[in-house]
């Protein structure tokens, strides 16, 4: 008898792109994926109970969801609270993963999935950022970043710069340190990042969301400078790693 194989949910549509390159890292990793717009979960009436008993994982992939018009990731978070109401502290408490990679971790940030007063603005330099850089996980809470060791990602953003609003930064500092949110730390920061913050978990470390792409580099051949490591053409690349966790968790509760 075949074993069974969890499945994952990659968001696509209203700006989203990247859900191609999501949908195959889950499945290098053994997931089976689905790619489906919100629009089609919405008309479907896909229930809280469908979401968690249907799919182990969702994703929420990057892009420019209706085009920042008001904030990125405001329009399409309020349209999935408001046509959705999934409840993300249910799906993890029923062993969920979910994972916000961008634009995606922007509209987790708005649904206030890693608490309120934190969101992410216009990186210091005022310029489009499209390079590689180095993230060291401090994961000793997140799932998705178990066992792993500094990450060289690509990063491709101009709003990726996170904030702490108004008068109670010390003490949501504080929080966040305690509860192990801030999961993953650029080495080195020229944004401007709240303590170099690249990705942050929630309180069950079933739930990351993270600027850098890790489903770009899931393939040794898409690092800029593969050639100089020929005999490494068929290893994986390092983001790979991520969804490996992700899908030995889901097995684990599957």
Not at 16 to 44: C, K, P, V
Not at 109 to 133: A, I, K, Q, Y
Not at 161 to 172: D, N, S
Request: overall charge negative; hydrophobic content about 40%; charged content about 20%.
């Amino acid at each position: 008898m075949a074993q069974k194989k969890p499945r994952a949910l990659v968001l696509a549509g209203d700006g989203l792109h990247g859900e191609a390159e999501l949908a195959r890292a889950f499945e290098m990793a053994g997931f089976d994926a689905d790619i489906r717009t919100l629009n089609e979960l919405i008309l479907s009436r896909v229930s809280q109970e469908e979401w968690t008993r249907r799919w182990s994982a969702l994703a929420l992939p990057a892009g420019n969801s209706f085009g920042g018009a008001l904030g990125c990731g405001k329009l399409l978070a309020l349209k999935f609270e408001q046509g959705l109401g999934w409840d993300f502290s249910r799906y993890v408490e029923r062993g969920g993963l979910v994972l916000g990679v961008g634009n995606g971790f922007q509209i987790l940030l708005r649904l206030n999935v890693f608490g309120t007063d934190l969101s992410l603005t216009h990186d210091e330099t005022g310029e489009f950022s499209n390079h590689w850089v180095r993230v060291i996980p401090n994961a000793s809470r997140c799932l998705w970043l178990r066992g792993l060791g500094t990450l060289e990602l690509p990063a491709r953003h101009s709003e990726g710069r996170l904030m702490i609003l108004g008068l109670r930064r010390p003490e949501i500092l504080s929080r966040m340190e305690r509860q192990g949110m801030m999961c993953l730390n650029y080495e080195g920061s020229d944004i401007g990042q709240e303590a170099g913050v690249a990705g942050l978990c929630d309180a069950s470390g079933r739930i990351l969301g993270m600027m850098p792409h890790p489903e770009d580099f899931v393939r040794w051949t898409a690092h800029p400078e593969w050639t100089a490591s020929q005999n490494r053409a068929n290893s994986p690349g390092q983001g790979l790693a991520l969804f490996e966790n992700a899908y030995q968790e889901a097995m684990r509760v599957l």
